[in-house]
């Protein structure tokens, strides 16, 4: 027998090629990741969950409590704003850019036993913390026995 005779051509070849098209797409701090953030998303968010809360952190350096709007409305959460140009006019142009600057809007999905009349935000030192608590009927409640 030939040993050169691949009816079917080099399959490992084709399969690594194939892999390695939608690796990216589906690996961790890939597009597709929730790790990895596309270019120009501001700002970078952390959700946590606590029993008595749901806690977002939103990293916003350089901005003024004012410049940023927290509202609620059905069941979403959105964090808004504009970050201004803090370049001082009359310096040449930038050769490389990555601050970010502009008009900004995050959405965040809450979850069902969110209280949206219990919400605090406070801002502090470039993080925002948003707490919104859980309704008192969707916590655990001890039952006592008699």
Same mark, same amino acid.
Do not use: H
């Given at each position: 027998?030939?040993?050169? +005779?691949?009816?079917?051509?080099?399959? +490992?070849?084709?399969?690594?090629?194939?892999?390695?098209? &939608?690796?990216?797409?589906?690996?961790?701090?890939?597009?597709?990741?929730?790790?990895?953030?596309?270019?120009?998303?501001?700002?970078?968010?952390?959700?946590?969950?606590?029993?008595?809360?749901?806690?977002?952190?939103?990293?916003?350096?350089?901005?003024?409590?004012?410049?940023?709007?927290?509202?609620?409305?059905?069941?979403?959460?959105? =964090?808004?704003?504009?970050?201004?140009?803090?370049?001082?006019?009359?310096?040449?142009?930038? &050769?490389?850019?990555?601050?970010?600057?502009?008009?900004?809007?995050?959405?965040?999905?809450?979850?069902?036993?969110?209280?949206?009349?219990? =919400?605090?935000?406070? &801002?502090?030192?470039?993080?925002?913390?948003?707490?919104?608590?859980?309704?008192?009927?969707?916590?655990?409640?001890? =039952?006592? =026995?008699?």
């Amino acid at each position: 027998m030939n040993g050169a +005779f691949e009816p079917f051509g080099d399959l +490992f070849a084709e399969l690594n090629r194939l892999q390695g098209g &939608y690796g990216p797409t589906f690996s961790p701090g890939g597009p597709g990741s929730l790790r990895a953030l596309p270019r120009r998303t501001f700002p970078a968010i952390n959700v946590g969950s606590t029993p008595d809360a749901i806690e977002v952190l939103a990293l916003a350096p350089g901005m003024e409590p004012a410049e940023l709007q927290v509202t609620v409305d059905n069941g979403l959460l959105v =964090i808004a704003g504009e970050r201004k140009d803090d370049t001082p006019s009359g310096e040449a142009a930038a &050769y490389a850019q990555e601050r970010f600057k502009g008009a900004f809007r995050r959405v965040i999905s809450l979850p069902e036993d969110a209280d949206p009349a219990r =919400i605090d935000a406070a &801002y502090k030192d470039g993080m925002l913390r948003v707490t919104v608590a859980r309704r008192e009927a969707s916590r655990p409640r001890q =039952i006592s =026995i008699s």
